[in-house]
């Protein structure tokens, strides 16, 4: 009966799925690539240099935050670097690169070290950073050194669609506009793009579709009721990004189902809401850090009762 | 053929194709067998023979004047070797009897044959009594305590769910006793009085769904219920819910919803203790694993060393491997290739490390929402997990944490690979002690 090797004793389960935070951030950046993509075809050189400053930026802030609070790095689950690209793909490419690397220090240092780690942020760190940067502006003004000449390129200067909508412009066609039209972030330069890492993402199980329909659907129907276009709404601005990337974040949503329709909803109403009556900037980055506040809240309303509890009193 | 499912749970790769057209095969008698004194949910049994006695087998070796016991017998012929405390794969001590096996001839030969119908329900439960019969889909609860209800029940439900990746003796069961099974349904059904009897059966086992309906389809007190292939379809009260419809309130005894659960290898069981007074001394295990050279599902007799049963299956080298007696979610990883195989081990897999979950490192909760959408308790695992880990226990237990059954979905899938079950383990047994001081007070 004797056997070469020594048996490993360990307990149940003894399976398990292939998923971890790496894979999962993996998968994100994953999604990511397509939307990158196209606005490295618009803005070539200026958004190559803005997405390797940000995820530079992003993996040396978590490693120096932790080093101070004297933890290991975690790069290797990828978080960093991913929250890197979010908050490149959150700004227009001719963004000053001092805001730009503001925001990712803000993103990785203050929205989610400072306050735990992963998992124990409140707030989606990309979207916290990218705001304190429009709230900070004025501090900031003195040092905001313009963004580097990388050529002349005439998508770098557009206009961006939402800006477009809010001063009744003459807009691009549907079509145009859903499948890449430049100007505003470079986040926005694509929805097709953003759809396709969307869709991505719900296949490998990591968001959940209640979040992007509630909210989207929220959306053109206020519009719709507002006497807008609706599917100029859903098409322009950082809408695609916020609902398909941004309040899908596991950490900062809801936990149960019926709490992440109510949370796409809310977002969805604010969104018009910030859009149609207020200088339309950043809505939907508001929005989401608005309802992000209310995660506990509407957690703790929508609790379900357990399998054995009485269904009836 | 509306199959039927319930909320929460996952697809969990099978792994069920290395046996499951495995026909059910003899294993060979080892040289010894450790047969432990505790089999059965409840008090264990005390030795009724000493060091030196000549035993049969079916001879009774061990029983219990309690009332949460069911007795044990031999399952060999030999001679009692040694009788001491050994670990055994539940991970506890228990008395053992160490029997050397002797003669050449090892089978079970019945002596009488009965007719059910001509049996009164107290000579059939003892019947089933006296052949030590428990649930050996895991539970092993006492079947003759389970079955003996005072009220009429109106379902019995089969269970042929076998949810657990990679076991298929359920399966081989159906397929290959399916008239032995259909009698012992028979048996339970006019000993609780059911109206109904609803065989569960997960619909990745098409051949035992047709083997009983085949064998049922002009018995109206038959009917099978095709299930989803989702784990833990097969945990008593999900099954409950997912048969009949109705739920299972907490701390409710199956009986009192209307339904006794019983697996299907237990039916067979009763069959042949009812029929030919046949005590429970084997049972159909599967051995499995993606590196054993000759996996199948055997008959094997209770106290056979998982050493023996790996030897015949051309395992030479162990490599890190893992040892589990039970299915990979909620089985029980072995120590010691010494031990034996009881009255509820559905299976002897040797898992290599690359599939088994690394118990290490674990992180924060990333708020996923997996473990929670996937909980079929509907509790917040998440959440159970952080109040363990500040030891809050008020917290978990207006979280509900004593409604866990160890399903081990929430592990599977958690990202933060946080070992949640091992903190609801941990602080299960010190909330029961604070409810029993509160109820002393």
């Given at each position: 009966?004797?056997?070469?090797?020594?048996?490993?004793?360990?307990?149940?389960?003894?399976?398990?799925e292939?998923?971890?935070?790496?894979?999962?951030?993996?998968?994100?950046?994953?999604?990511?690539?397509?939307?990158?993509?196209?606005?490295?075809?618009?803005?070539?050189?200026?958004?190559v240099?803005l997405?390797?400053?940000?995820?530079?930026t992003?993996?040396?802030t978590?490693?120096?935050?932790?080093?101070?609070m004297?933890?290991?790095?975690?790069?290797?689950?990828?978080?960093?670097?991913?929250t890197?690209?979010?908050?490149?793909?959150?700004?227009?490419?001719?963004?000053?690169?001092?805001?730009?690397?503001?925001?990712?220090?803000?993103?990785?240092?203050?929205?989610?070290?400072?306050?735990g780690?992963?998992g124990?942020?409140?707030?989606?760190?990309?979207?916290?950073?990218?705001?304190a940067?429009?709230?900070?502006?004025?501090?900031?003004?003195?040092?905001?050194?313009?963004?580097?000449?990388?050529?002349?390129?005439?998508?770098?200067?557009?206009?961006?669609?939402?800006?477009?909508?809010?001063?009744?412009?003459?807009?691009p066609?549907?079509?145009e506009m859903?499948?890449a039209?430049p100007?505003?972030?470079?986040?926005?330069?694509?929805?097709?793009a953003?759809?396709?890492?969307?869709i991505?993402?719900?296949k490998?199980?990591?968001?959940?579709?209640?979040?992007?329909?509630?909210m989207?659907?929220?959306?053109?129907?206020?519009?719709f009721l507002?006497?807008q276009d609706?599917?100029y709404?859903l098409?322009?601005?950082?809408?695609?990004?916020?609902?398909?990337?941004?309040a899908?974040?596991?950490?900062?949503?809801?936990?149960?189902?019926?709490?992440?329709?109510?949370?796409?909803?809310a977002?969805?109403?604010?969104?018009?809401?910030?859009?149609?009556?207020?200088?339309?900037t950043?809505?939907v980055?508001?929005?989401?850090?608005?309802?992000?506040?209310?995660?506990?809240?509407?957690?703790?309303?929508?609790?379900?009762?357990?399998?054995l509890?009485p269904?009836?009193? | 053929?509306?199959v039927?499912?319930?909320?929460g749970g996952?697809?969990?790769?099978?792994?069920?194709?290395?046996?499951d057209?495995?026909?059910?095969?003899k294993?060979p008698?080892?040289?010894?067998?450790?047969?432990?004194?505790?089999?059965?949910?409840?008090?264990p049994?005390?030795?009724?023979?000493?060091?030196?006695d000549?035993?049969?087998?079916?001879?009774?070796?061990g029983?219990?004047?309690?009332?949460?016991?069911?007795?044990?017998?031999?399952?060999?012929?030999?001679?009692?070797?040694?009788?001491?405390?050994?670990p055994?794969?539940?991970?506890e001590?228990?008395?053992?009897?160490?029997?050397?096996?002797?003669g050449e001839?090892q089978?079970?030969?019945?002596?009488?044959k009965?007719?059910?119908?001509?049996?009164?329900?107290e000579?059939?439960?003892?019947?089933?009594?006296?052949?030590?019969?428990?649930?050996?889909?895991g539970?092993?609860f006492?079947t003759?305590?389970?079955?003996?209800t005072?009220?009429?029940v109106?379902?019995l439900?089969?269970?042929?769910?076998e949810?657990?990746?990679?076991l298929?003796?359920?399966?081989?069961?159906?397929?290959?006793?399916?008239?032995?099974?259909?009698?012992g349904?028979?048996?339970?059904?006019?000993v609780i009085?059911?109206?109904?009897?609803l065989?569960?059966?997960e619909?990745?086992?098409?051949?035992?769904?047709e083997?009983l309906?085949e064998?049922t389809k002009d018995d109206?007190l038959?009917?099978?219920?095709?299930?989803?292939?989702?784990?833990?379809?097969?945990?008593k009260?999900?099954?409950?819910?997912?048969?009949?419809?109705?739920?299972?309130?907490r701390?409710?005894?199956?009986a009192?919803?209307?339904?006794?659960?019983?697996?299907?290898?237990?039916?067979?069981?009763?069959?042949?203790?009812?029929?030919?007074?046949?005590?429970?001394?084997?049972?159909?295990?599967t051995?499995s694993?993606?590196t054993?050279?000759?996996?199948?599902n055997f008959?094997?007799?209770?106290?056979?060393?998982?050493?023996?049963?790996?030897?015949?299956c051309?395992?030479?080298d162990?490599?890190?491997?893992?040892?589990?007696?039970?299915?990979?979610?909620?089985?029980?990883?072995?120590?010691?290739?010494?031990?034996?195989?009881?009255?509820?081990?559905?299976?002897?897999?040797l898992l290599p490390?690359?599939?088994v979950r690394a118990?290490?490192?674990?992180?924060?909760?990333?708020?996923?929402?997996?473990?929670?959408?996937?909980?079929?308790?509907?509790?917040?695992?998440?959440?159970?997990?952080?109040?363990?880990?500040?030891?809050?226990?008020?917290?978990?237990?207006?979280?509900n944490?004593?409604?866990?059954?160890?399903?081990?979905?929430?592990?599977?899938?958690?990202?933060?690979?946080?070992p949640?079950?091992?903190?609801i383990?941990?602080?299960k047994?010190?909330?029961?002690?604070?409810?029993l001081?509160?109820?002393?007070?």
């Amino acid at each position: 009966m004797a056997k070469k090797g020594k048996l490993v004793v360990t307990s149940a389960p003894f399976l398990k799925e292939e998923v971890f935070i790496n894979t999962a951030m993996r998968d994100v950046i994953i999604g990511l690539i397509p939307i990158s993509l196209v606005s490295i075809y618009f803005y070539k050189a200026y958004a190559v240099m803005l997405i390797a400053t940000c995820m530079v930026t992003a993996a040396l802030t978590e490693v120096v935050f932790r080093k101070l609070m004297g933890k290991e790095h975690s790069l290797r689950d990828g978080s960093a670097v991913l929250t890197g690209l979010f908050v490149a793909l959150l700004f227009q490419p001719t963004v000053s690169p001092v805001t730009a690397i503001l925001a990712t220090i803000i993103a990785i240092g203050v929205a989610k070290e400072l306050v735990g780690g992963l998992g124990m942020n409140r707030f989606n760190p990309a979207l916290f950073g990218r705001v304190a940067m429009i709230l900070l502006a004025p501090l900031f003004a003195g040092i905001a050194v313009k963004a580097p000449n990388l050529g002349t390129i005439d998508a770098v200067s557009k206009a961006s669609t939402l800006a477009m909508l809010g001063g009744g412009m003459e807009m691009p066609g549907y079509l145009e506009m859903f499948l890449a039209y430049p100007g505003g972030a470079l986040s926005e330069s694509s929805p097709l793009a953003l759809l396709i890492g969307g869709i991505y993402l719900y296949k490998r199980g990591h968001i959940n579709w209640r979040v992007p329909v509630s909210m989207l659907g929220t959306v053109a129907i206020m519009a719709f009721l507002l006497g807008q276009d609706p599917i100029y709404h859903l098409l322009s601005g950082g809408l695609m990004i916020g609902a398909l990337f941004m309040a899908t974040d596991w950490v900062t949503a809801p936990i149960t189902s019926s709490g992440k329709l109510i949370f796409g909803v809310a977002i969805g109403i604010l969104v018009v809401i910030i859009r149609v009556f207020l200088p339309p900037t950043e809505g939907v980055a508001f929005s989401i850090l608005i309802m992000n506040a209310f995660v506990p809240v509407i957690d703790k309303a929508t609790r379900h009762l357990a399998f054995l509890e009485p269904k009836e009193i | 053929m509306a199959v039927k499912s319930f909320k929460g749970g996952a697809n969990v790769p099978h792994f069920k194709s290395f046996t499951d057209d495995k026909e059910i095969e003899k294993m060979p008698t080892p040289d010894r067998v450790v047969i432990p004194m505790h089999q059965s949910f409840g008090d264990p049994c005390e030795p009724l023979v000493k060091v030196g006695d000549r035993v049969e087998v079916g001879q009774k070796i061990g029983d219990s004047s309690e009332f949460f016991s069911a007795p044990i017998h031999s399952s060999v012929n030999g001679v009692v070797e040694e009788i001491e405390v050994l670990p055994y794969c539940t991970g506890e001590d228990a008395k053992s009897i160490i029997i050397r096996v002797e003669g050449e001839d090892q089978e079970f030969k019945p002596t009488i044959k009965r007719n059910p119908e001509d049996m009164t329900r107290e000579e059939i439960i003892e019947a089933i009594h006296q052949a030590g019969i428990v649930g050996m889909g895991g539970a092993s609860f006492p079947t003759h305590i389970n079955v003996n209800t005072k009220e009429p029940v109106e379902y019995l439900v089969l269970n042929g769910a076998e949810c657990e990746p990679f076991l298929t003796c359920d399966h081989r069961t159906m397929v290959e006793r399916a008239d032995e099974l259909v009698a012992g349904a028979r048996i339970l059904s006019s000993v609780i009085g059911a109206r109904k009897c609803l065989i569960g059966i997960e619909v990745n086992k098409p051949d035992a769904i047709e083997a009983l309906e085949e064998r049922t389809k002009d018995d109206d007190l038959f009917e099978i219920v095709p299930l989803a292939v989702k784990y833990p379809q097969g945990f008593k009260s999900i099954m409950i819910k997912s048969t009949t419809g109705k739920d299972v309130r907490r701390g409710a005894r199956s009986a009192e919803v209307g339904c006794i659960v019983r697996n299907v290898g237990t039916t067979v069981a009763v069959y042949e203790a009812v029929v030919y007074g046949k005590p429970l001394i084997e049972r159909v295990v599967t051995v499995s694993g993606p590196t054993i050279p000759k996996p199948g599902n055997f008959m094997i007799k209770i106290g056979t060393p998982v050493g023996h049963i790996f030897d015949h299956c051309g395992v030479t080298d162990f490599n890190d491997a893992t040892v589990i007696l039970g299915g990979p979610m909620t089985g029980r990883a072995q120590h010691s290739m010494k031990a034996p195989i009881i009255k509820n081990s559905t299976g002897a897999l040797l898992l290599p490390s690359e599939i088994v979950r690394a118990s290490e490192p674990h992180e924060n909760c990333v708020r996923c929402g997996k473990c929670v959408a996937r909980c079929p308790m509907r509790l917040y695992p998440n959440q159970l997990s952080m109040l363990a880990e500040v030891e809050d226990y008020e917290g978990l237990e207006a979280w509900n944490v004593m409604d866990c059954m160890e399903c081990g979905i929430c592990v599977y899938s958690c990202p933060s690979n946080r070992p949640i079950l091992e903190f609801i383990r941990h602080a299960k047994p010190i909330i029961k002690k604070m409810e029993l001081a509160r109820r002393g007070n």
